[in-house]
């Protein structure tokens, strides 16, 4: 009780005893937990998203459930991020080609590229199906030994503009053997055809591995990039190519053929 009369009784809590005065009001939580119709509305943008890149059957749709997962788009960015992708379905699908290659739908999220524009290789255009170049005769593919497949010395000499539409890299002991095929889209009789460079980037020769090497800068130049970390850094990215009959060298297209 109070003994001081000049002083006036306050309550206490009862639940504490404490000074009602020194009771500090309730304070909501930091944030509301995730309710299941939140899980299930992020769910369903997923889906929605998976089933506008990808209409009928598509890969690695765990890596691509992570990927957005961890960008977690808002409302807005969600919706453009499907209309990116019904826009990067049809340009692939016009090329009537399904085993065109493309990107997975994860790397499709991890780099932005529903920013950009589809790779110009996926915007339809009239032209011959693609067909890997014969290296010699028909009748005489069988004596060409398997270390000059991918030669530079077995493209027609001259100058194509073109892109990148497949890459593999293998990997043997110390060394790094890269796989190329270059797609030709200029006029004429080679347009359309497929043409596959192979060099090291990592060889026990040095100068295998000189050569890969200064191969490879040469496409980062022509295409704009200062380094790659995988072969599909470097795929539907247009450039030209040219062959003098005993190496291949890269360079970017001339901006009046660029425009």
């Known amino acids: 009780m109070n003994e001081d009369p000049s002083t006036r009784t306050r309550a206490q809590d009862p639940g504490n005893g404490k000074d009602g005065q020194d009771c500090a009001a309730?304070?909501?939580?930091?944030?509301?937990?995730?309710?299941?119709?939140?899980?299930?509305?992020?769910?369903?943008?997923?889906?929605?998203?998976?089933?506008?890149?990808?209409?009928?059957?598509?890969?690695?749709?765990?890596?691509a459930?992570?990927?957005?997962?961890?960008?977690?788009?808002?409302?807005?960015?969600?919706?453009r991020m499907?209309?990116?992708?019904?826009?990067?379905?049809?340009?692939?699908?016009?090329?009537?080609?399904?085993?065109?290659?493309?990107r997975t739908l994860a790397k499709w999220i991890e780099r932005e590229e529903y920013e950009c524009d589809p790779p110009t290789a996926y915007k339809p255009k009239e032209r011959k199906a693609?067909?890997?170049?014969?290296?010699?005769?028909?009748?005489?593919?069988?004596?060409?030994?398997?270390?000059?497949?991918?030669?530079?010395?077995?493209?027609?000499?001259?100058r194509y503009v073109g892109e990148f539409i497949d890459g593999d890299i293998?990997?043997?002991?110390?060394?790094?053997?890269?796989?190329?095929?270059?797609?030709?889209?200029?006029?004429?009789?080679?347009?359309?055809?497929?043409?596959?460079?192979r060099f090291y980037t990592q060889a026990f020769i040095e100068s295998y591995q000189r050569e890969g090497q200064a191969t490879l800068e040469s496409i980062c130049a022509a295409i704009g990039l200062n380094s790659v970390s995988d072969t599909d850094d470097i795929l539907f990215k247009p450039l030209q190519a040219i062959a003098n009959g005993?190496?291949?060298?890269?360079?970017?297209?001339?901006?009046?053929?660029?425009?």
Request: aromatic share 8%; with cysteine.
């Open 26 to 63: 309730p304070t909501a939580p930091l944030s509301a937990p995730l309710t299941r119709a939140d899980a299930g509305t992020a769910q369903d943008n997923f889906e929605e998203l998976w089933c506008a890149y990808y209409p009928r059957r598509g890969k690695n749709k765990k890596e």
């Open 65 to 79: 459930r992570a990927a957005y997962t961890t960008l977690n788009p808002g409302p807005d960015l969600h919706g």
């Open 82 to 102: 499907v209309e990116a992708a019904r826009e990067w379905q049809a340009s692939w699908a016009a090329q009537n080609n399904p085993d065109a290659p493309r």
């Open 130 to 158: 693609p067909k890997v170049e014969p290296a010699v005769a028909a009748n005489e593919n069988d004596n060409v030994p398997d270390f000059m497949v991918g030669s530079p010395k077995l493209w027609p000499a001259g």
């Open 170 to 197: 293998d990997r043997k002991g110390g060394d790094e053997e890269v796989t190329l095929a270059f797609l030709v889209n200029t006029p004429g009789e080679h347009d359309g055809k497929v043409f596959e460079h």
């Open 246 to 259: 005993k190496t291949v060298s890269y360079l970017p297209i001339p901006a009046e053929e660029a425009a």
